[in-house]
T-cell receptor, first 115, second 115 residues
Framework: KQEVTQIPAALSVPEGENLVLNCSFTDSAIYNLQWFRQDPGKGLTSLLL?????REQTSGRLNASLDKSSGRSTLYIAASQPGDSATYLC??????????????FGQGTTLQVKP | EAGVAQSPRYKIIEKRQSVAFWCNPISGHATLYWYQQILGQGPKLLIQFQNNGVVDDSQLPKDRFSAERLKGVDSTLKIQPAKLEDSAVYLCASSLVRQGSGIQYFGAGTRLSVL
């Protein structure tokens, strides 16, 4: 059974700091891995998606890496800003087609960036 | 492009009462998902539809939860009767079948409090 864990549960950093959020999963047989952002009272927004054959994806100040063999992914945020404060969730898609594989979510890391 | 619409945004009921949530996916998205997100946890898939058909409902408590998707567009999720442990945010998401990555787009959710 696939399980996804995110550590730490909460993180507080001063503005401008670079930071890393961690995600681990128990079964390396995945279709892809996604990082989402969730703001209070709102739904999830997809930030980055890494296919199982890829090692990393970048978007602006965000960089996500994937190491399937070790069951780990990291989300690197450069030069953090107060607007980055949110809960970050990682999710693995189980094998199957792109639309039938189930997403298994971690519990999230709540990030606070202090001005 | 309009996003995934959900209503109501908030609902407070007493245990043993019934409640229904509504979701309108992004136009043209054949796949629709209902997730349950308990406070402090990641979303858990309850049911997935492909057009009118159910793809996965393995984690739907079928003794009290039901869902339907009429004409492959809008969907309703019903709980009858509600229990205290059903207090959560119920998220609806949709994705485009032909999109290779199957990225899911989420609505803002319905926050349910069962007293």
């Amino acid at each position: 059974k696939q399980e996804v864990t995110q550590i730490p549960a909460a993180l507080s950093v001063p503005e401008g700091e670079n930071l890393v959020l961690n995600c681990s999963f128990t079964d390396s047989a995945i279709y892809n891995l996604q990082w989402f952002r969730q703001d209070p009272g709102k739904g999830l927004t997809s930030l980055l998606l890494i296919q199982s054959s890829q090692r990393e994806q970048t978007s602006g100040r965000l960089n996500a890496s994937l190491d399937k063999s070790s069951g780990r992914s990291t989300l690197y945020i450069a030069a953090s800003q107060p607007g980055d404060s949110a809960t970050y969730l990682c999710a693995v898609k189980l094998p199957g087609s792109s639309n039938t594989g189930k997403l298994i979510f971690g519990q999230g890391t709540t990030l606070q960036v202090k001005p | 492009e309009a996003g995934v619409a959900q209503s109501p945004r908030y609902k407070i009921i007493e245990k043993r009462q019934s409640v229904a949530f509504w979701c309108n996916p992004i136009s043209g998205h054949a796949t629709l998902y209902w997730y349950q997100q308990i406070l402090g946890q990641g979303p858990k898939l309850l049911i997935q539809f492909q057009n009118n058909g159910v793809v996965d409902d393995s984690q739907l408590p079928k003794d009290r939860f039901s869902a339907e998707r009429l004409k492959g567009v809008d969907s309703t999720l019903k709980i009858q009767p509600a229990k205290l442990e059903d207090s959560a945010v119920y998220l609806c998401a949709s994705s485009l079948v032909r999109q290779g990555s199957g990225i899911q787009y989420f609505g803002a959710g319905t926050r349910l409090s069962v007293l």
